[in-house]
């Protein structure tokens, strides 16, 4: 049996299970750093006996050395040594994963993408990251950043992402279809038009991704092209990831299982015009298995990888 600890910014769990999956699971609330450890170290005691723990959590951070490096959702967590302290704790190897590339061996070991040799999984929620299982090995560079697809620059302007307008992530994410939908939403206010999602401006702000999809699925057009854009530009993305590693699957997490209808075929026909012919007919685009089992199985599959 393993252990598996998934640190979120808002929740935590901890896992037992096997190769069959979650035996039993602990969850709790994410405070403040001490209480966390202590709340985490406190359910390992409970959970039952494993003989590894997995540790998936956001980065930055040192998955190599098992060091947590300040992540923007966790304030406080600054050099945190977690790998070390729950080694001293528990007399069992512990291993700390990005939660992208954690991600990657669940639907790689548990879902979407068992049995590839080479699979990418795009998260594709609040932002978009990816996790690479390439020549059947986790693979995270140089220094651990292997995979930052939501940095890469997609048009000159456009929608705000990891920092840079036009980016990846700000078209292919949460909060990147929430700005383009506030986008379109203002352009139609400021001719004299209403919009069925939006009627005046003070509701731009209540904007979301969600609302968006529930309009498109009504047929609302602005709201259908909110997705028609953003799935080109889903497309795109691929076509790199698709020329440049020559995956057999691609997994695509969150907004896409949701999505996924009013993405694939602009997505499809973009992927066609822009990736090699030979590389797009050997890569399956598949959207995530796991749904909110995902977290779980994660932290899992990092105690079962390493």
């Not at 929740?11 to 403040?32: H, M, P, Q, R, Y």
């Not at 966790?74 to 977690?82: E, M, V």
């Not at 651990?144 to 992402?161: F, K, Q, T």
Request: include cysteine.
């Amino acid at each position: 049996m393993k252990i598996g600890v998934d640190i979120g910014g808002t929740k935590c769990a901890v896992v037992l299970g096997d190769e069959n999956g979650i035996a039993k699971k602990i969850k709790f609330s994410t405070t403040n750093y001490t209480e966390t450890i202590q709340n985490i170290i406190k359910a390992i005691h409970e959970i039952g006996k494993g003989d590894a723990i997995g540790i998936s959590c956001g980065g930055p951070l040192d998955a190599e050395n098992g060091v947590i490096l300040s992540p923007p959702n966790l304030p406080g967590w600054d050099d945190i040594r977690i790998t070390e302290m729950l080694q001293e704790e528990f007399h069992i190897p512990a291993y700390l994963c990005n939660d992208a590339d954690a991600c990657a061996l669940a639907e790689w070991r548990f879902g979407a993408g068992k049995g590839a040799k080479h699979m990418i999984f795009l998260t594709f929620g609040t932002g978009m990251g990816a996790g690479l299982i390439l020549n059947g090995k986790l693979y995270r560079g140089a220094c651990g950043m292997a995979g930052e697809i939501g940095h890469i620059r997609m048009n000159a302007h456009g929608p705000v992402g990891y920092g840079k307008a036009g980016s990846f992530e700000g078209f292919c994410s949460g909060g990147g279809i929430a700005q383009l939908g506030k986008t379109l939403a203002l352009e139609a206010l400021q001719m004299g038009k209403t919009l069925p999602y939006c009627q005046n401006k003070s509701e731009l702000d209540g904007i979301t991704a969600k609302l968006l999809a529930e309009y498109a699925n009504q047929n609302d057009p602005t709201a259908l092209e909110v997705f028609r854009i953003c799935g080109e530009k889903l497309g795109e993305g691929l076509a790199i990831l698709v020329d440049i590693l020559n995956p057999e699957v691609i997994v695509i997490g969150s907004i896409f299982e949701r999505a996924e209808h009013l993405l694939r075929p602009h997505m499809e026909k973009t992927l066609t015009r822009e990736a090699l012919a030979f590389s797009r007919n050997h890569c399956k685009i598949l959207p995530a298995r796991l749904g909110d089992r995902i977290g779980d199985l994660a932290a899992l599959s990092v105690a079962y990888h390493e």
